[in-house]
């Protein structure tokens, strides 16, 4: 299996990974960094092993704690409720959701031509106004706003290719 092929497979896996890094008492927001960080740990050591799930689980484990004990937090002891348990999951789904999104969106921007991507970066990125935009490429103003809303068609269609 190719590099690729195993990122896929364990991305698939992303609600496990998500409930060990939440199970050592992280935030949704740390988890997902945890288990982005593991991913990059796990595909840097290139090999093969027999269960790589299980590997990046004690990749994202060992993170987790080390993540708690650098910041110098005791692991919370919560009782378990299935309405709880759900809710930690579904905040971690959404934000590994919106991460994906944001990395899609990236990959679409990215693609662009080069002024369409030039302008797309300085007036939504940077959120600069047009004129701004205008006078930074030399163009006009309307032209800008042309390119805007050509390149958020783009975008749309590139996004929904995507999903």
Do not use: W
């Amino acid at each position: 299996m190719d590099r690729l092929e195993r990122l896929s497979a364990l991305a698939r896996e992303r609600r496990a990974l998500l409930a060990v890094a939440r199970s050592e008492g992280l935030t949704a927001e740390e988890a997902l960094e945890c288990v982005q960080d593991a991913l990059v740990t796990y595909l840097a050591r290139d090999e093969e092993g027999e269960h790589p799930l299980a590997t990046v689980k004690t990749i994202v484990r060992n993170a987790a704690r080390n993540h708690r004990r650098l910041h110098r937090r005791a692991l919370p002891h919560h009782p378990f409720d299935d309405e709880g348990t759900a809710s930690v999951e579904l905040d971690a789904e959404l934000l590994l959701a919106h991460a994906e999104d944001v990395v899609r969106l990236r990959m679409c921007v990215s693609s662009l031509c080069g002024v369409q991507r030039a302008v797309i970066t300085l007036r939504l990125l940077e959120e600069r106004s047009g004129e701004d935009v205008a006078d930074a490429l030399g163009l006009t103003r309307g032209h800008v706003d042309v390119l805007v809303h050509r390149a958020k068609a783009a975008l749309r269609v590139c996004m929904t290719h995507h999903e």
